[in-house]
């Protein structure tokens, strides 16, 4: 059973667009992830969230923790080709375990 | 470096070898975990380890079994692989289970079983 949805599963758009990839569960998770990963690599961490209704920005980048805690988004500004990769949301909702999203594959054209 | 390594990176078998997939890090970590990850099923916990001889089922044991008998070791074991086996793995580590600690991701191994 798949407790995280991330949608959109896929993104194709060209450079300098914005773009919101969301990640939903109906789990309350102690706390969040975002993870980046490129073809023939693992994951790499992004941002973490851990309080509800909390916003981190990494440059162009702007993650949001639902004040709920069970939802999430990363918004990206003025998207650029490097971009392109793999995002995967990941909860923990116990001190043990960690759900991952099936990703958005996103890509940005030049 | 800190990093997690994985080995061997590809692998093409057949139904019912058994093989080991070894995963080590060198950051000292106490928490280690193996993932399958399957097209729009994303990334699935099969086992993890909170420390030395500490191991648990993820959400897809079935079919595989760990060992953590060192700290910067933890192996995954197919005793009698099949095709439905066929899969993207992943190692990770991280400091400790708890809070938002960092995962950190070996590069991967490719299994194929025909």
New interface residues.
């Given amino acids: 059973t ?1 407790l ?1 949805e ?1 949608s959109p ?1 896929f993104l194709s758009i060209q450079e300098g667009e914005n773009l919101t990839v969301y990640c939903n569960s109906s789990s309350v998770f ?2 969040l ?1 975002w993870y980046r990963q490129e073809p ?6 992004l941002v ?3 309080t509800g209704g909390e916003v981190k920005k990494l440059k162009r980048l702007t993650f949001q923790f639902g004040d709920a805690r069970k939802d999430s988004s990363l918004h990206i500004t003025a998207a650029q080709p490097g971009d392109t990769g793999l995002y ?1 949301c ?1 909860g ?1 909702y116990n ?9 958005t594959r996103l890509t940005v054209k030049p | 470096e800190a990093q997690v390594t994985q080995n061997p990176r590809y692998l093409i078998t057949v139904t019912g070898k058994k093989l080991t997939v070894t995963c080590s890090q060198n950051m000292n970590h106490e928490y280690m975990s193996w993932y399958r990850q399957d097209p729009g099923l994303g990334l699935r916990q099969i086992y993890y380890s909170m420390n030395v001889e500490v191991t648990d089922k993820g959400d897809v044991p079935e079919g595989y079994k760990v060992s953590r008998k060192e700290k910067r070791n933890f192996p995954l074991i197919l005793e009698s692989p099949s095709p439905n086996q066929t899969s993207l793995y992943f190692c990770a580590s991280s400091l400790a289970a708890s809070g938002g600690m960092e995962q950190y991701f070996g590069p991967g191994t490719r299994l194929t079983v025909t």
């Fill in positions: 798949q995280l991330q599963q102690s706390s992830q023939g690599e693992g994951p790499v961490l973490t969230v851990v995967l990941a923990r001190n043990n375990d960690m759900r991952f999203g099936a990703g």
